[in-house]
């Protein structure tokens, strides 16, 4: 979680790139085609050009068809791909592409007019789109993709500038999708449904129905319908769809949502304060949990590892680091926690966590043993802290799992990072959307952060109330309830390369975000009494500190 670095010039990129974001083109002409070349890099690189010799095609994973682009960073070149496309004047065209990895960019140049790019974090395959429109004398116009420094590789596949045929022989405009098969329901709530189904070649979207009327379009092969009544039976279909058309509603299965009662979240205070206690030894102040300070509400212990099955994770108490705390003292000490009412959470990831879930059977590891870890130990549940990415329908699938083992008394938490929460197609905020029935709440790191978008459109950087409150409303109208939003801050200067505040900025930003005082020059729309607190990192930190943030927060969040 702390000493992540941040590259400054990303925020300049990432502001320049979500302003100049125009959206989706209007219903495309009869006459438009698709003009890019190889769009799908079926014919290896042909047409293609990448920096540096920075591109390749891989057979795995591709987002349809055989092929897809993989652009591999290294030192100061970002794998820049690009093809020069014929185009003709004074036309509007939209690009788009399939992409996946951390910080992929699509844009187009020499456009005669304004010149676009847009951007995702997702890791999973998402599809960036945006329009742009030619001058008078623009016969050809470079549409690129890159990825980002020190990032790892990203993927891109199904490129598309679709518009008036420019001349250059691009692929042929697509044609209306198959219908989708495989159509099932992993897991129920009983309030929501889970539906996943097999990826359609050449679709861009799909359709979800239930009892034959459309109530949800997503781009992935997932979708979970909630708002549903208890120990009922529904009817559900899905659809494919792309610029062509929509294809025919696939056959129908039924999803009985279970009986009432449950729910998630386990049982926490309506106000809450959560601390990471640190399982090794950094320079921090060393504790055993019995010291953690009483003002902590859940205590995440940080971290789990991974182990050599995908998706599993085990846990190993740093006895030595910790002055000879032994496994006894520590199963003990979380039972008199939660004797004195506190949650104590194994927490997942952390700055260097290593674990991913990125099908089925590592969604049932991971379930698996964190539930495994759960009864050995006796934690309340998990917080997923998981840094390097994640898959948003197999993460959910395993926390449903993992909810269906230990019921509803299950508290799960998450600690994205602030890039991971800036739009709801993220994997990170979609996870969190997906489970909020079961989610008790997400503590975003406000720190180790370049400048991010508020929830108004405009800059902030971080270690300002403005900060805070800002980025906090994105969640707060995203789809998050109150009760699940947290402010998560270092507990020192420390604690974090960059981002502290001291706990008056931080108690300033809740008094904004529930009563609309002490605010800066952002102020939300309305207040939101719910919230439920704040978090830090760490708990150690703060003793090394006099414990004088959770001596100042802990007292303000209890009293709101």
Not at 352 to 378: C, E, H, K, P, R
Not at 434 to 450: A, E, H
Request: net charge neutral; glycine share 12%.
């Amino acid at each position: 979680m702390p000493g992540r670095r941040w590259a400054g010039a990303l925020a300049a990129v990432v502001t320049a790139s979500v302003l100049s974001l125009t959206g989706l083109a209007g219903q495309a002409q009869a006459a438009d085609v698709n003009n890019v070349k190889n769009a799908g890099f079926e014919s290896g690189l042909s047409n293609w050009t990448c920096s540096a010799g920075s591109g390749a095609t891989v057979s795995s994973p591709v987002h349809s068809g055989s092929a897809a682009l993989k652009g591999t960073p290294a030192g100061q070149d970002y794998a820049q791909c690009s093809q020069s496309v014929a185009v003709k004047p004074n036309s509007t065209y939209t690009l788009s592409a399939w992409v996946q990895g951390s910080y992929t960019y699509l844009g187009a140049s020499g456009t005669g007019t304004t010149d676009v790019s847009t951007w995702t974090p997702n890791t999973t395959w998402t599809q960036l789109s945006t329009t742009f429109t030619t001058g008078a004398s623009t016969t050809s116009v470079t549409v690129w993709t890159h990825g980002w420094y020190g990032q790892p590789a990203y993927l891109a596949d199904d490129f598309s500038v679709f518009g008036p045929d420019g001349g250059g022989g691009g692929d042929p405009a697509p044609t209306v999708p198959a219908t989708p098969a495989g159509l099932a329901v992993p897991s129920t709530t009983s309030s929501s449904v889970s539906l996943a189904w097999n990826t359609v070649s050449g679709a861009t979207g799909y359709n979800v129905y239930q009892g034959g009327s459309k109530v949800q379009s997503v781009t992935g092969t997932s979708a979970t319908v909630s708002g549903l009544s208890a120990s009922t039976s529904y009817s559900f279909q899905v659809s494919a769809t792309n610029s062509a058309g929509e294809s025919a509603k696939s056959s129908a299965v039924t999803g009985k949502t279970t009986a009432s009662g449950g729910g998630g979240g386990g049982t926490v205070p309506a106000h809450a304060v959560t601390g990471y206690w640190q399982n090794f030894n950094n320079g921090a102040t060393v504790q055993k949990l019995s010291a953690v300070q009483s003002q902590y509400d859940i205590i995440a212990v940080a971290f789990a590892d991974a182990t050599s099955t995908p998706g599993a994770v085990s846990f190993t108490l740093d006895s030595a680091g910790l002055g000879g705390y032994t496994v006894d003292q520590f199963k003990a000490d979380i039972k008199a926690k939660q004797a004195a009412g506190k949650k104590v959470v194994i927490s997942i990831g952390g700055q260097n966590g290593t674990i991913s879930v990125s099908d089925s059977a590592s969604a049932t590891n991971f379930a698996n043993s964190v539930y495994s870890l759960m009864q050995t130990y006796g934690f309340d549940g998990v917080d997923i802290d998981l840094e390097n990415g994640l898959n948003a329908t197999y993460m959910s699938q395993a926390l449903r799992s993992l909810s269906g083992k230990a019921g509803s008394s299950l508290v799960i938490t998450m600690a994205p990072q602030t890039i991971d929460m800036q739009s709801t197609s993220n994997s990170y905020f979609q996870t969190a959307l997906n489970i909020k029935d079961i989610l008790t709440v997400v503590n975003m790191q406000y720190y180790n952060s370049g400048s991010m978008l508020g929830c108004d459109g405009k800059v902030y950087s971080q270690g300002s109330v403005d900060f805070l409150t800002a980025l906090a409303c994105i969640q707060l109208q995203g789809g998050l309830d109150a009760s699940q939003v947290g402010l998560g801050l270092p507990a020192s200067t420390s604690g974090a390369g960059s981002g502290y505040v001291s706990p008056t900025v931080v108690n300033n930003a809740l008094d904004c975000l529930t009563k609309l005082t002490n605010c800066g020059s952002f102020k939300p729309a309305k207040a939101y009494p719910g919230l439920r607190g704040a978090m830090t990192w760490s708990t150690n930190w703060d003793a090394s500190a006099g414990n004088a943030w959770s001596n100042a927060v802990g007292p303000h969040v209890h009293a709101l």
